[in-house]
């Protein structure tokens, strides 16, 4: 196999992405790569001293119309060799005319652009320990409420992403439900994320955060879109502060459906 040649990964490869995650100063992330392993395409490029992945990523598709790219890594020693732009460039060719989405860092940001992505919009990871009282507008979903789930975020969502809510009672914590919203956490390495949360108003959106935030009882992380701004104030006057921030960046057509009203992703690496 060439060393520029990708593959698809396998589960026997998450080690390998663990590591490669270590090298470049991220958590290892097991719970969160297995899932987008299930639920994704990943791809890696083998390192071609035999030790390990030189690079990888991963593509996430949303029915016909979207896919979200994710996990864009290469390892320090295989810097400036194109691996990346060589991934990106397999797995666009992969996403076919759907329009496709990412996170990036000012780092990653210049390979994007050449590849044809624009920026439309910027996130910061916020994350602290909650404080506040239930809301007692929420409750806790069970499978039965899938269908509900499913129906109302195909509607503000814009696009079909069941095959990733179906393994969020698996996946999370917890899924709670109001009316008209549903959100979801579950437990990453250092702390608990919070998301997705969709919602037809903030209010619904604020009660879901907040219970979601409460009941997992640690410092929870929330990625919220900059154009959030008066939910980021509220959450900020309930423990919860500034961090990074990324930016949102399209190829090919926008974003699909209402981003007003989904204020938290899944995960960045889910869009």
Known sequence: ??????????????????????????????????????????????????????ATNILTRYGDDHAVISMVLTASRFGRRGLARRLMEHVLERAGDRTVSLYATEHGRPLYER?????????????????????????????????????????????????????????????RIADGGFGHCWRNDDNTVIGPVVARDEETARALIGDLA????????????????????????????????????????DLPGDPARQFLPFMQALG
């Open 115 to 175: 590849l044809g992505f624009r920026v439309v919009g910027r996130a910061a990871k916020h994350t602290g320990v909650f404080e506040g009282e239930p809301s007692g507008r929420t409750r806790q979903a069970t499978p039965e409420d899938l269908d509900a789930i499913l129906a109302l975020d195909a509607e503000l969502f814009g696009t079909d992403r069941s095959q990733v809510l179906r393994r969020m009672f698996t996946f999370g914590q917890e899924v």
């Open 1 to 54: 196999m060439s060393s520029m040649t990708p593959r698809r990964l396998t589960t026997d490869d998450l080690d390998a992405c663990a590591r490669l995650a270590k090298d470049r100063d991220w958590l290892p992330e097991p719970h969160k790569w297995r899932l987008l392993f299930e639920v994704g395409e990943p791809y890696g490029i083998d390192a071609p001293d035999g030790d390990g992945l030189a």
């Open 214 to 253: 409460l009941r997992a009882g640690t410092e929870v992380r929330m990625d919220f879109d900059l154009s959030q701004e008066s939910v980021i104030v509220w959450a900020g006057e309930h423990g919860i502060g500034d961090a990074w921030q990324v930016a949102r960046m399209v190829r090919g057509g």
